[in-house]
């Protein structure tokens, strides 16, 4: 059974920090892993996905790594804004479920 | 990216009516949809796999009597929430399943509030 964990659950930063969520996984026979932001009471939106024959995706000041081996991922935010402010699930698809399981989420907060 | 959506948006109703909420693929087919659900602070927890044709798989604990799921077409799938009670109100999500090649990837909705007074 496919478990996810994110550390840590909450993060409090000033503006400017580089930040570094984790995600862990239990089953290494992914098919992809996904990071995801959700505002409070709105939907997610998608940020970064990686295949299972990718070890890193990047879009703007966003960087996701995968090992597989290890049962991580990391997504690396750089030069945080206030606006950055939000909670990041990242969640796994593996072979053996067919399911996308969520992690439990980091909340994010960035202060001026 | 692939568009889903969800109506309605949000639904307030009595304890003990039924409420259906649709989810939509607007621009690609899924043979699979996949329905959450997220308590407030907490995740999203997997209820029920929706396979086009067929009848809906369960996640363990999840009440198939109660939670009705009809996938009949590739860009639709309603989930109905029988005889509602204040315990079901949640956030509701449905993602659906796109697949090209040997890459697939979900693409979810903006969900659905119920709140059951």
């Known amino acids: 059974k496919q478990e996810v964990t994110q550390i840590p659950a909450a993060l409090s930063v000033p503006e400017g920090e580089n930040l570094v969520l984790n995600c862990s996984f239990t089953d290494s026979a992914i098919y992809n892993l996904q990071w995801f932001r959700q505002d409070p009471g709105k939907g997610l939106t998608s940020l970064l996905l990686i295949q299972s024959s990718q070890r890193e995706q990047t879009s703007g000041r966003l960087n996701a790594s995968l090992d597989k081996s290890s049962g991580r991922s990391t997504l690396y935010i750089a030069a945080s804004q206030p606006g950055d402010s939000a909670t990041y699930l990242c969640?796994?698809?593996?072979?053996?479920?067919?399911?996308?399981?969520f992690g439990t989420g980091t909340r994010l907060q960035v202060f001026p | 990216g692939a568009v889903v959506s969800q109506h309605p948006s949000w639904v307030i109703c009595k304890s003990g009516t039924s409420v259906k909420i649709e989810c939509r693929s607007l621009d690609f087919q899924a043979t699979t949809m996949f329905w959450y659900r997220q308590f407030p602070k907490q995740s999203l927890m997997l209820m029920a796999t929706?396979?086009?044709?067929?009848?809906?798989?369960?996640e363990q604990g999840v009440e198939k009597d109660k939670f009705l799921i009809n996938h009949a077409s590739l860009t639709l799938s309603t989930l109905t929430v029988t005889s509602a009670h204040p315990e079901d109100s949640s956030f509701y999500i449905c993602?659906?399943?796109?697949?090209?090649?040997?890459?697939?990837?979900?693409?979810f909705g903006p969900g659905t509030r119920l709140l059951v007074l």
């Open positions: 929706s396979n086009e044709g067929s009848k809906a798989t369960y």
């Open positions: 969640a796994a698809e593996s072979y053996n479920t067919d399911k996308l399981i």
């Open positions: 993602s659906a399943r796109w697949t090209s090649g040997s890459e697939e990837t979900q693409y």
